[in-house]
C-alpha cells in the first residue's frame, strides 16, 4: 500500500524573526517616549552599571597588583633568605679538587634550600659551559625545568647576577593534571668556591594568591551587580512615587478638557506634589465656577433673545399687516409715499425672516429642535428647490444644473429642514455666483446620501471660508445683496445638518467659486469622513466624466425613486 507522506514546513521560532525583534525595539521606543519613569530608570541604570564597572575593575585591577607586588616582596624575601644561608654553606666549605665532594657540597645545600624557603621547586645550572670534570651541571628539585626559566630571565641572571641580584617574573608552573599553575620564579647567582657561578632559581607557587583573587573578584561583580539591581529598583519605586501623581494629574486635565468639570485631584499631604495638586483643584474650581458663570449669561442672553423675538412677533405683525396693506394701495400715493411704502414693506419681510432665523436660533440653543423624520429622495427634493428657485436664478443669469447619478432611493430626514439648508445654499450661489452656471450634485454610497452646491462665482478666502458657519457673520457686508440674508442662513443650515448627524462643509477660492457639501447618513449611525461628493472639487474627477460642459435640462434627469 502506498503510505502519503506530509511535510510540515517548519516555522522559524517567534523570537528569531526579523519582523518580531524589530516589533519589540518599536515597543521599547514607545516606551522610552512616553514613560518618564522608564527613561529615568534606564539612564540611571546605565549610569550606574557603568560606575560601577569601572569601579569593579579598577578595585580588581588594584587588589591584583596589590597581591602580586606583597607575594612577590615575599618571595625575593624569602629566597634572598635561603640563597644567603647556602651560599654561606658553601663559603665554610673546604673542597679538594675533588669532584665527588663538589657534588656533594652542592646536593648538600639542596635540601637546607627547601628548608630556609617556602618552596621546594629549586634548579641550579652552572653558568661557564667549558666542560670541567669537577664541576657538576647543577641540580633540580620539585619539577622545576630549565625549559621553564624564559631566556630573558636566564640572560639577567647570567649577565648581570653578579653582585648578588634577584630577578623575578611570572611563570607557569605544571600543576596536577597538567593544568598549569600561576607562579612566580626568582633567579639570582650562587658561587661555588673553586668552580664558578651557578644560576640559581626559586620558584613559588601563587595558587593560594590567584584563588583570594578570584574571590575578591566574583564577590565585587556579585556585590556590583547586586548594587545596580539595588539602585534600579529604588529609583523605580522612588519614581513611583513622583510620577503616579503627575499621571494622576494628566489624567484629571484631561477628563476637565472633555468637558467633566466636576473632577479634582486626591491630595495627601503637604509636600511639593500636594501644593501642585491643590492649585490644580484651585484652579479647577475657578474654571468650573466662570464656566458656570459664562453659561448662566449664556443662558440668559438665549432667553433674552428668544423673549425679545417673541415679543416682537405681535407688533411685526401688526406691522406687516398694514405694509401690506400699505403697499398694495401705493398706486393710490404719490411717487415719494408710494417708494417709501415699498421699502417698508421690503423691509419688514426681511425683519420678518431676521425674527424667523432668530427664534430658530434660540431654539437650538435650548435644545428643543425636534426632528420630523420622513422617507424622502434627497435628488427629488433637489429637484424641488431648483424649481422653485428657477425664476431667482434667471433674474441672476445663473444657469442651475442639476446631476444626479445617485439619491434616489428614499432615506430618513425631516424634510422641511432639508429643503430649507438646499434652498439657503442654492440661494447664496445664485447671490455670490455672478450668473454662472450652477452645479447642483446628489450623489450617494452604502453609508450616506450628498447633495453639492458648486458655484463659480466670487468664491471665498480660506480664512473667510473658515467662518462661513459663525453666526452673523458675512464675508463682505458690502457685498451687493438681492435676497436679503441674514448671515444666519447658514449656522442654521449647520445646525440642521448637526441634527441629522450629518455634515455641511465647504470649498471655495476667491474669483473661482464655492463649493458647499451637505452629507446626511442612511442609518441613525453619525456620518463618516468620505461623503459620496468630495468637497474640493480638484478631487471630484466622475464630474467630467458625466460631460458636464453641457447644460442639464430638468425633464433629462433619470426617473424612479420615491419623493
Ligand atoms: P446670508 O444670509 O448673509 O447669506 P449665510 O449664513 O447664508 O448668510 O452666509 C454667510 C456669508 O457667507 C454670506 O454673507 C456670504 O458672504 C458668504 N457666502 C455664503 N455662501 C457663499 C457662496 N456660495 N459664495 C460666496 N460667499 C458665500
Redesign the pocket.
Known sequence: MPTASVTVPVRPFAWRDGAWWRARAEDLGTLWRRSLRFRIVAITLALTALTIIIACVWMALAIQNDLFESRKTQALTDARRAVDSAQATLNNAVVQDDPVQVQNLLTSIQGPLSQQSTTDMTLAVRIDTTPSQLAPPGFRSGGLEESMISPELRKHVRDQGGDEKQWAQSIALPGPGGTPLPGLVVGQQIIVPDIGPYELYLAYDLDDAATTLSFVQVTLWIVGSALVVLIGAIAWFTLRAVTTPIREAAETSAQLAAGDLGVRLTVHGEDELATLGRSFNAMADSIQSQINQLAELSLVQQRFVSDVSHELRTPLTTIRLASDMLNDRRDEFDPATARAAELMHAQVQRFEVLLGDLLEISRYDAGSVQLELEPTSLARLAEDVIVSMQQLAEQHGSDVRLVAPGGYSPVDMDPRRIRRIVR?LLG??I??GEGKPIVITVDSNQQAVALGVR?Y????TEADAER?FDRF????PS?RRTIG???????IALGDATLHRGALTVW?RPGHG?N?VLTLPRGPAPVEPGSPIPTDPDDDASLDDLGLTQPIALHDLPDGGAR
Open positions: 439657503n447664496n450661489a447671490e455670490h458655484d462665482g466670487l468664491g471665498m462661513v457673520w458675512r464675508a463682505d457685498r440674508g441674514t448671515g444666519l442662513g447658514l449656522s471655495s464655492s458647499f
